[in-house]
């Protein structure tokens, strides 16, 4: 098991640049999740998809950014166009179905807009 | 919202028993409560969960009170390597998997 797999591990971008941070969920896990994490705000669900649909995005915190889940084992968040107040640690969790189910967290993506 | 509510931060010794505590006095009959913890650098990973019962894995115990309204994360024996920050969230049909502040767990010689 490789575990839920993120990419890349750093980005850093200039303000005005499309971002996009990539995916793999464990197989066989049918639900993912996208945090953000910052100092200020700590760790913020974004958005989360049940078998490949977004089920709640109420938490994406503008129109600049966006999440699409083409397949089970494949998932995007994309930031058009990226901010400075955009940078922080992207993390991608999946779980299997059911609520006792734990959350498999990757290790993150470590974005700097400038 | 699914909120749950944890000290900021507790300090231990090692070698030490901790008990780390949480509140969820608005947890619905069918939600769970899973425990985190997020070491430096890294993403958050499992540490355990349950429903009603008390629960031990080779992590920790995690007693629940009996009308369900907080429960407590129980490190038998806190070493270094335990320094971190530890959350409690609910799940459930109606919780999103929010995750609160957390508490940061100190472990000094």
């Known amino acids: 098991d490789a575990g839920v797999i993120q990419s890349p591990r750093h980005e850093v971008t200039e303000m005005g640049q499309e971002v996009t941070l990539r995916c793999k969920p464990i197989?066989?896990?049918?639900?993912l999740f996208w945090y953000r994490q910052t100092m200020m705000r700590g760790l913020e669900l974004l958005i989360y998809?049940?078998?490949?649909?977004?089920?709640?995005d109420s938490g994406m915190p503008e129109d600049r950014f966006s999440a699409k889940m083409p397949n089970a084992s494949f998932s995007t968040l994309k930031i058009q166009p990226s901010e400075p107040r955009d940078s922080a640690v992207y993390f991608c969790?999946?779980?299997?179905?059911?609520?006792?189910?734990?959350?498999?967290f990757g290790n993150g993506t470590r974005l700097t807009v400038t | 919202d699914a909120k749950t509510t944890q000290p900021n931060s507790m300090e231990s010794n090692e070698e030490e028993p901790v008990h780390l505590p949480c509140n969820h006095s608005?947890?619905?009959?069918?939600?769970?409560i899973h425990w985190y913890r997020q070491l430096p650098s890294q993403g958050p990973e499992y540490v355990i969960h349950?429903?009603?019962s008390n629960v031990n894995n080779r992590m920790a115990s995690l007693a629940i009170a009996e009308d369900r309204k907080s429960s407590t994360l129980i490190l038998h024996r806190a070493t270094l390597r335990d320094a971190a920050v530890y959350y409690c969230?609910?799940?459930?049909?109606?919780?999103?998997?929010?995750f609160g502040t957390g508490t940061r767990l100190q472990v000094t010689l």
């Open positions: 998809f049940n078998n490949n649909v977004p089920i709640d």
């Open positions: 969230i609910r799940t459930g049909t109606a919780s999103k998997l929010t």
């Open positions: 197989s066989g896990h049918n639900s």
């Open positions: 349950g429903l009603t």
């Open positions: 608005t947890i619905s009959g069918t939600d769970y």
């Open positions: 969790a999946s779980r299997k179905e059911g609520y006792n189910s734990p959350l498999h």
